[in-house]
């Protein structure tokens, strides 16, 4: 049954094959049901694309909360699905079946301040360590901006990250990370954010390690 939260406004609900909700602000409607239609092969892709987004964003939710939070302001959408938006279309790679995640172009962050494209990685006994050029300040950086560190480990369906690391005139950072028995790979990526929150770079990829 259908509800409505003014006495003539649209209903919030299930109604026929439709259900209807609020969603930041404004009301959505979608229909609902089963399709019993055989798929497709570009419904087979988009099915695979969806499994690898999903897999690719679940353990970094939280560095993507703050990664994407200003590119959500103002609109319908949650930081979590901005940040599908973004990899759906610019971080996957083949043809239906071979479809993978392309590490180098996944953006777990984005925003409007200048990219550090000189920042580099280096490899520890305890984990990265994050240099970037102190010297650099184009305009909308800041000297107290805040490095964002990532280490993401595709094997394991895990990442390391600290979203709130060095201060740009530092220079560099360190992450740690925990030992697995085995060797696998991690993808690196670093951004910056403004110590008000309210500026942020889109995270550029790093390199990648054997750990």
């Given amino acids: ?25 404004q009301w959505v409607t979608r229909t609902i049901g089963i399709n019993t239609k055989k798929a497709t ?5 988009i099915r695979q694309i969806t499994r690898l987004i ?28 901005k940040a599908v938006s973004e990899n759906y279309f610019n971080a996957i790679k083949g043809e239906y079946p071979n479809i993978e995640i ?18 580099s990685t280096e490899l520890g006994p305890e984990g ?16 107290n901006d805040r490095v964002m560190m990532l280490a993401y ?19 560099s950072d360190f992450l740690r990370m925990v030992k697995y028995p085995e060797p696998v790979i991690v993808h690196t ?10 500026g942020i770079s889109t995270t550029h990829y790093t390199g990648e390690f054997l750990w």
């Avoid at 092969?41 to 892709?45: E, N, R």
Wanted: glycine letters at 8%.
């Fill in 41 to 45: 092969v570009l419904q087979f892709a």
């Fill in 128 to 143: 990265i360590t994050f240099k970037w050029d102190s010297k650099i300040m184009l305009r909308g950086m800041h000297p």
């Fill in 189 to 198: 990526y670093i951004a910056f954010i403004a110590a008000n929150k309210r």
């Fill in 54 to 81: 999903a897999n690719l964003l679940r353990p970094v939710k939280n560095f993507i909360k703050i990664g994407f939070a200003l590119e959500a302001e103002n609109t319908t959408m949650y930081p979590y699905n």
């Fill in 153 to 171: 480990c595709p094997e394991k369906k895990y990442a390391f990250f600290d979203p709130d690391g060095a201060r740009r005139q530092e220079g």
């Fill in 1 to 25: 049954m259908a509800t409505s939260k003014k006495k003539m406004g649209p209903a919030i609900g299930k109604i026929g094959k439709t259900v209807s909700y609020w969603l930041k602000g």
């Fill in 102 to 119: 392309d590490y180098p172009k996944a953006v777990f962050s984005k925003g409007k301040m200048p990219v550090n494209t000189e920042a």
